[in-house]
Every structure is written in C-alpha cells, then in structure tokens.
C-alpha cells in the first residue's frame, strides 16, 4: 500500500507541474524552448516517478496526463477524432528489455514480432484524407485539439492533395498521423539567413519545422522546403491492414511518404541491433533523429494492449544518449555578417562534441548573451542542437571564480569602423558603413535588384569575382569597370561584358526612391523611399534633414527617422553617395501623384487572374493611392482576389469596404 504523500513530496509535485507546464508552453506554443530534451524528459520522468509512488496526487490536469501544449493563436482549432497520443520514452537498453516482458506478459506470449523506425524530430501532425482527397491537416496540439494548418501542409510537395489509386484501393476515410520535418541541409540554410537578417535561429530541427509550418501567411511555409513522414494512423475505414509494416507499404502505394529506414524485427535481439546500427548511421541521414521508436507489427495486437493515459502501452520511443560537452569561453568576439549584423561569437577551449571539433559557437544577439549571462571565462554547457549547431545550453555558475568579463558590443564596426546601431525593437547591432569588406556582395547584389538600380546581370558568382578580384571595393566601383578588366574574369565572353556595362550605363539615369532602396537603408523599402523623395524632392535635402524634419514625412515613425538619419550622418556613407554621384548617377525626384485616388490606402489579398500584385500596385500608385502591407483602422479598401485569408475576415470586421477583382478592375480600368 502506498505511503500518503508528505507536505514536502506534495509541493515538490506541484513544483514539478509548474516547471513542466512552463516548458511545454515554451515548446508547443511558442517553439521556443529554454531546456534541452534531455533536461525536458528528467524533469518529466521525476514526476512520473513521483505521482507512480503517490497515485492519491495525480490529477486530470498533470502534465504527465497529457500529451503536448495548447493550440497557438491565430489558428483555428481542430478537435481530433481520435487522441493523439505521446510516446514513453526508454533512455537505457534495461527500459526497453522491460518494455519487450512487459508486453510479452500481457500478450501471454514468448515472442513478440515489432516494426522499428526512426524518430525524426519534427512537429507532430494529422492529415485526413475523404474519399481519397485532403480535407484538413492538423497539428497534434495536447492530443485532443490541434492547430488547423491545412493551407500550409497543402504547400508541402511530399504531401499528395489526392491518395494515388494503384495497387491497393484507396480508403474512404484515412487520418495519417506523422512527422512535418525539415532536412538537415534547409535546417542550416535557414539558420544562416536567420541570423543574417538578426533574428534568432531555430534551437533545433523540430522548432523549424514549427516555426515553418505555424505561419498565418502559407506563402512563408512554400517558400521552406519542409517534409512529411508518415507512421501512423487514427481512423481508417475501406482498407484492410494486417501489421504496421504493412501499413507503411499502403502509404507508399497511396503516394504518402512512409517513414524512411523502417525494418520489421522479428526478435528482441533484432530490435536492439537495429538501435546500434542507426545510432551509428545518424549523422549520415539526412533529415536528425533523436532516436528509434518501437511497436508491436500486429495491429490486432495494438488493440488487446491498449493505452495509458497519454501513451499506447504498445510503442515507446528509445531516445539517443543528448551529445553534451563542457567547456571554457576564453574570448567572446564580434562577427561582422554579410547584411553588416555583428553577431558575438564565442572563442572556447577546443572540445569534442558529437564527434565534432567546437572551437567557435554563435551566441547569436545580445539578448541571447544576457540572457544566459555568458562572460568570458565561464564554464558552459554546450551541446549539438540537431547534431548541427554547437550552441551554449547554460553557464555552470558553480564553476565561477569572481573573474569572468562581460562581454559589450563594439560601437564602431571592427572591420570597417563605421558605427554600430541598433533599431528600437530589435535584437540585431548592425555595421550601417556601406563600404564594409564584410558585406560588400550582399550590398551590390541589393544596389542592382529590381527594385532598386535595375542592372540585370549582377549575379551572386559574378559579384563574388568582382570583390574578390578586387575589381570592386566599394559600390562606385561598378561605374568603373571596363571591357578589358571584365572579359578578364572566368565565363565572362565579351558579349556578357557588353551587355553588362550597357545595364550599368542605363541604371545611372534613375529615381531618387529607386536610388534610396538601392542604398539598402534599413527599414527603408519602396513606399517609405517614394514619401522620403515625393516630401524632400533632392537628395541634397534628404541627406541633411534632422530626426525632426524626417519625422514629418507620411508613415515614418520615430525610429525610421532615427535610422535614416544615423545612415547619412555616417561619413563613410556619405563618401559612398557622392563617389556615385560623381560616378554618374543622377537620380530624379518624384513629385506625388495627385489623382482620384489620393490619400487612399489600399490592402492587397489573394491572387488576381487579371494581373500580377506588383502591377496592381503600380495601376493603384498611378492614381495616386497606396499600397500597405496590413489591415488596420486606417484602411480604406481591401481587394481580395482568389483565396484571402485573414485579411479578408479582418477587413469585414472592422467594415472596411472590400472589392473583388471586377470590383477593382472598375475602379482602376482594364487597360
């Protein structure tokens, strides 16, 4: 008989209930977790063990009763037909000796055949298929209610709109549960640009995934290449599926991507081979897993054994031992990026970890340095995030001697010297010198965009060739260039020079807001750039205005004045605009458009049959109204084209007037 609970084991409890609710919140909804899995699973397994020796303590509303976190805002919600369930984890070879009799013993068998396949880290979902066609995708949510995230998992390529008629019948009803993931090498793509551009990269490979896939514009989610593997399902009726190896081989039969490696064991001994053999090959795959999941192959059998509160008493998963290592923070330097971010970077002692040499590991924004407190001669706690990243998982404040530094941001660039800022509500510093060595290219791709000076040509390996050469050093420079120096360059005919110098001629007889994007200003896009030059009318005058006088520009706001002006008060920024201009650019004003229109704000959502959104941009400026990105009081037309979204709903709720195409198409003419 069990002890009753003592005052202290009760608030020990509860404390525990605390800190896990804490961190499922930081996990499911906000993906962004403070603790590693592994620390996430000893809390949860001290729990577990606490409420096993205590029954009378457990509650319907303790973590260890369900399965993951609350639906995030801006969704709809979708309730499950079928619970989600969550996996018990095995951490040693013993646990899952014990899982194997455990399961032999309610069998009342000797042997017991299972299917074994890897556990991608992703972020849990449910699609459900209606006649062999996609009717929704949600995300798991706690089990019960989830996400509806059916217009992004339609972005998907893996993801088949309608299941393939083929060798097997397609079923009337399919809810297949998987994993959305995202590769390891779009993982890393993705934290490049991420930090490039200041803002926080994923922790991990399943807070990517999240993070792509819980997007409110499914646009965001196309453009990421994410994945899905299946392993599962909820409800299934029309189709007839013995065993689970034989389910993974409908799903490729129906055009759904079954979970990869998958083998079916006939043995204990097969399944504790397969463990080592994909424990050895995980940095070779290439998508990261976290470990091997076993289930019983029968699915009859699944049924007999059943569920446990928040898991199937038939599957558990067997998690790899987390790749950690300690080790010291001798130096913390500034890295200049290619968009002019400084990042802190810190120098530690050399240490293994997963097999890999760490001798440098981001510590990516200044918030992330307070944060975690990291000084220089700390004692930190690193470990792999996805077996890609090294990354500091705490300070061992124990190990602190008194001497350890904090680390401040330079105030000057140390490559170039010019000044470092940062933007009121954001994280990132930033070099704002436009000749910076450390990102020249990123600046001369962006000069010659569309949006900005318009040379077709400016290729990402050609600018490469012109910095490295030393053909290029600054941005003038491009107005310096000749045939002979051009067609000296690799794949570079005379023919491609010609063309290139005629574009870079053509691209000096410019605007003055194309001119201004072109100088990559921060938060100074088109329509900011055409008010700065429709209200200043010079150059001359914008360059020499105060915070005040910018102030009075339309929509710019107290830290877009504060930016421009820190940006020309910059000498080096100043050299650079008049080496152009001496070089031949000569951007003309653009006087405000004054038509039918005027004053109009218009909010653009949903595709149009008739024309592109950029051109309906243009025929919307030309009659002197404007395009912005959000919906708000403010606004005075939405025009939704095909497929709205939340625009739309916002836009009625606030009794906005909203036109259809034709409706558009009237106001501003066909031609």
Not at 7 to 23: Q, S, T
Not at 406 to 431: D, I, N, Q, S
Not at 441 to 459: C, H, K, N, T
Not at 630 to 659: F, H, M, Q, W, Y
């Amino acid at each position: 008989m069990a002890r009753a609970a003592s005052r202290d084991v009760r608030a020990a409890v509860e404390k525990l209930r605390r800190e896990i609710r804490h961190h499922d919140h930081r996990y499911y909804v906000l993906d962004d977790p403070e603790i590693t899995d592994a620390e996430y699973d000893a809390l949860f397994r001290e729990l577990q063990a606490l409420e096993a020796a205590h029954p009378e303590l457990v509650t319907p509303d303790s973590p260890t009763q369900r399965v993951g976190g609350a639906a995030a805002a801006g969704f709809a919600t979708v309730r499950h037909r079928q619970q989600m369930l969550s996996l018990n984890n095995a951490m040693t070879r013993e646990e899952v000796v014990d899982f194997d009799a455990r399961v032999r013993r309610l069998l009342g068998r000797e042997q017991v055949a299972y299917a074994v396949e890897p556990k991608i880290d992703g972020l849990a979902v449910e699609l459900v298929y209606e006649g062999g066609a996609l009717v929704s995708g949600a995300t798991r949510g706690d089990g019960l209610v989830g996400e509806d995230v059916t217009r992004n998992i339609r972005t998907i390529k893996s993801v088949p709109l309608r299941l393939h008629e083929g060798r097997r019948p397609v079923p009337s009803l399919l809810e297949v549960r998987g994993e959305v993931y995202l590769p390891v090498a779009a993982f890393r793509k993705l934290n490049a640009e991420r930090e490039e551009a200041g803002l926080p990269p994923f922790a991990n490979p399943r807070n990517s995934a999240a993070g792509s896939l819980k997007q409110l514009d499914a646009s965001v989610t196309a453009r990421r290449p994410l994945a899905l593997a299946c392993h599962g399902v909820g409800g299934l009726e029309g189709a007839d599926v013995a065993t689970h190896t034989a389910l993974l081989a409908a799903f490729g039969d129906w055009g759904l991507p079954p979970v990869p490696r998958h083998a079916r064991c006939r043995t204990l001994q097969d399944v504790l081979a397969a463990f080592e053999a994909l424990e050895a090959a995980r940095d070779d795959l290439p998508f990261e897993i976290d470990g091997l999941v076993v289930k019983v192959d029968d699915r009859e059998l699944q049924q007999l054994l059943g569920q446990v509160s928040r898991s199937p008493r038939w599957a558990i998963a067997w998690k790899f031992k987390p790749r950690q290592a300690t080790t010291t923070v001798e130096a913390i330097a500034a890295s200049v990026g290619r968009t002019g971010v400084l990042t802190p970077v810190a120098e530690v002692a050399a240490v293994q970890v997963g097999g890999v040499t760490v001798r440098n590991v981001s510590l990516h924004n200044m918030d992330e340095v307070a944060r975690k407190d990291v000084r220089i001669g700390d004692t930190v706690l690193l470990e792999r995030a996805g077996d890609v990243i090294p990354y500091v998982v705490k300070v061992l404040e124990e190990k602190r001697t008194g001497k350890e530094k904090r680390f401040r941001m330079p105030k000057h660039c140390p490559v170039c010297g010019a000044e470092v800022v940062r933007a009121e509500g954001e994280v990132a510093y930033r070099c704002i010198g436009k000749s910076c060595p450390a990102q020249l290219e990123q600046s001369i791709r962006f000069f010659g965009s569309r949006a900005a000076m318009d040379v077709e040509g400016l290729g990402e390996k050609l600018v490469h060739q012109l910095v490295d050469g030393g053909l290029v050093r600054q941005l003038a420079d491009l107005y310096h260039l000749d045939a002979e120096r051009l067609t000296a360059l690799e794949r570079m005919g005379a023919k491609s020079a010609e063309n290139l110098l005629a574009q870079l001629a053509r691209s000096k007889d410019t605007t003055l807001p194309r001119f201004l994007v072109a100088l990559g200003i921060r938060q100074v896009g088109e329509a900011t750039a055409k008010a700065l030059a429709e209200h200043f009318h010079t150059l001359d005058a914008l360059m020499d205005a105060s915070e005040e006088a910018l102030q009075e520009v339309r929509d710019v706001g107290p830290e877009v004045a504060k930016l421009v002006h820190h940006f020309f008060a910059e000498p080096q920024n100043r050299t650079a605009v008049r080496r152009l201009l001496d070089a031949g650019v000569r951007p003309k004003a653009v006087r405000a458009v004054r038509g039918p229109l005027a004053g109009q704000k218009f909010v653009l959502t949903g595709g149009l049959a008739s024309m592109t959104r950029p051109e309906a941009q243009r025929r919307i400026e030309a009659l002197g109204g404007r395009v912005v990105s959000s919906v708000s009081k403010e606004t005075d037309v939405v025009v939704a084209g095909e497929d709205p979204g939340s625009k739309l709903a916002k836009a009625e709720k606030l009794g906005i007037r909203v036109l259809d195409e034709a409706g558009f198409l009237a106001l501003v003419g066909r031609a």
